[in-house]
């Protein structure tokens, strides 16, 4: 079995060769699979790398826990513990983590730490989540912003001005006060990152959730670098600039 994280980051001829020599090992009936794994845009890379890819292989959709899971997910690593979850606790580490696997990972054990005695309540949780967001800011979506440029960071800004969920590219690019083709190789850029993601065509959404309010909170005010035009010089060498 060859397994592979993050397949969106393998260039389109690693991803192509990848394919294809699953392909060949399916026809000789080898005992050899593959598993990736990835944003959503992994099933639309495949079949740019190979039109058979969708063919090829099954693409299930992994996103955040639903209730029941995250409450299972909190509630028994504690019970092992020989520690309670109260069901308000639950129920507010849910609304707070989006049931997002990692969030309720560091959600939980920062309500363990400040929680005393054998049970962990809302008050608890409720008490965590500084640590937790402080957490999650200066690390987990601290090192998302850094590797975005200045007009990447600003894009990103006018989508969590939006809102949180997927948003058009032309009301992002309006709410930055320019055209959808100024700011379209931006979106593209984005994605080709991995900080956003297309749900729907047309649409972009943020690949994890809450980051819009960390970027409220990182970049109180939306601010859209000003284009730089190209002017026209004259050395004498009859070109311009």
């Known amino acids: 079995m060859i397994l592979v994280d993050e397949v969106q980051f393998l260039r389109k001829t690693q991803l192509e060769a990848v394919i294809q020599g699953i392909h060949k090992t399916v026809q000789r009936k080898l005992p050899i699979t593959f598993v990736g794994a990835g944003l959503p845009q992994i099933a639309e890379l495949a079949g740019d790398a190979k039109s058979y890819a969708e063919r090829l292989f099954t693409f299930p959709g992994i996103g955040s826990l639903d209730e029941s899971a995250a409450h299972r997910a909190l509630a028994g690593a504690a019970e092992q513990e020989g520690v309670t979850f109260e069901h308000a606790a639950l129920e ?3 609304q707070i983590t989006q049931g997002y696997p990692y969030f309720l990972q560091e959600l939980g054990y920062q309500a363990w730490e400040v929680a005393e005695g054998e049970s962990i309540s809302r008050e608890d949780v409720e008490v965590a989540r500084e640590a937790y967001d402080a957490k999650l800011d200066s690390s987990f979506f601290r090192v998302r912003l850094d590797r975005a440029t200045a007009l990447q960071t600003a894009y990103m800004r006018a989508m969590a001005e939006l809102g949180p969920e997927p ?14 083709t100024q700011v379209g190789p931006t979106r593209a850029e984005l994605i080709n990152m991995g900080l956003l993601f297309t749900p ?25 670098p000003t284009t730089r035009r190209r002017g026209r010089r004259d050395d004498g060498s009859g070109t311009s600039e």
């Open 167 to 180: 948003h058009k590219a032309g009301d992002v690019a309006r709410s930055m006060g320019r055209e959808s």
């Open 200 to 224: 729907s065509h047309g649409y972009a959404a943020f690949t994890v959730p809450n980051f819009d309010g960390f970027l409220r909170r990182a970049i109180p005010h939306l601010e859209v």
């Open 92 to 94: 507010l580490a849910v």
